[in-house]
């Protein structure tokens, strides 16, 4: 019976690359939400495909929200990207410590009740943006204080 080829160990560049996710997620994101919620929530490819993209970056499907319950010292719930600030294309060699990773920021929406179609929302935020920065859309990237439009009411909870 023949041996399955086994799976090759990851790079250095994937290895480091996981580990300023893990660091964004289990650092900075704990220190500051304490509770992440049940999981991420990932981008759907059909966010992509609503936006006329069939075959969305396989990278962009590891985006995602976290539901982030209040805490006994942050009374609301936070809805927050988790990807946008990864460092596609860089490698440790490239990357400059000065410069934004990725696009540079993440998104979050704060409410005091748990709103489900937050996460949506920044789904589709996130899928827009990306779209931009790789010049599939036309549009801007978000600048800092930018106000985003929604084009409506946000239905209740």
């Not at 086994?6 to 939400?33: I, K, M, V």
């Not at 209040?70 to 000065?98: C, E, F, H, K, Q």
């Not at 696009?103 to 827009?128: C, K, N």
Request: some cysteine.
């Amino acid at each position: 019976m023949p041996t399955p080829n086994p799976t090759p160990p990851p790079s250095s560049t994937q290895l480091w690359f996981e580990s300023l996710w893990a660091h964004r997620e289990e650092t900075l994101y704990r220190a500051w939400l304490s509770d992440l919620g049940p999981g991420i929530f990932p981008l759907p490819a059909s966010t992509f495909h609503r936006l006329g993209q069939p075959h969305p970056d396989p990278r962009y499907l590891h985006h995602g929200v976290c539901e982030c319950p209040p805490t006994t010292t942050r009374p609301d719930w936070v809805y927050i990207t988790s990807g946008m600030s990864n460092p596609w294309g860089s490698t440790p060699d490239s990357a400059n410590p000065l410069d934004f990773s990725g696009l540079g920021y993440e998104l979050t929406f704060h409410s005091p009740t748990q709103h489900r179609p937050f996460i949506d929302i920044l789904h589709w935020l996130m899928a827009v943006q990306l779209l931009v920065a790789e010049g599939h859309l036309q549009g801007q990237l978000l600048e800092p204080h930018d106000r985003i439009p929604l084009g409506g009411k946000i239905p209740s909870p």
